[in-house]
């Protein structure tokens, strides 16, 4: 079955950096565009990267432009957060997913990794 194992998150201060990264099993990983979600306290879960199955292009939501870099490596069927300038709105669980199965309703959630920033 899909599993997703999200690592990398932790506590860093305002205007710092992480890499998260998720290793994928269970998929054609290199058929499946990749995305970067987030969820904070009371707050529901975002979209704030995705990319392509290739890794040829990628978008990202306004809050993180900029900051936020996502990149994958199909060979070892991983996908990689780099967060830049963090800020604590950012903190929350971030986690990976295909974003067609989480359109669907039908994307079974990892763990996620905690991601706090604060000072």
């Known amino acids: 079955q899909v599993q997703f194992v999200e690592s990398g998150g932790g506590l860093v201060q305002p205007g710092g950096s992480m890499r998260l990264s998720c290793a994928a099993s269970?998929?054609?990983?290199?058929?499946?565009?990749m995305g970067w979600y987030r969820q904070a306290p009371g707050k529901q879960r975002e979209l704030v990267a995705k990319i392509t199955s290739g890794g040829s292009s990628s978008d990202y939501a306004d809050s993180v432009k900029g900051r936020f870099t996502i990149s994958r490596d199909n060979a070892k069927n991983t996908v990689y957060l780099q967060m830049n300038s963090l800020k604590p709105e950012d903190t929350a669980v971030y986690y990976c997913n295909m974003p067609r199965r989480v359109s669907q309703g039908s994307a079974a959630w990892g763990q996620g990794t905690q991601v706090t920033v604060s000072s």
């Open positions: 269970g998929i054609a990983f290199n058929s499946y565009h």
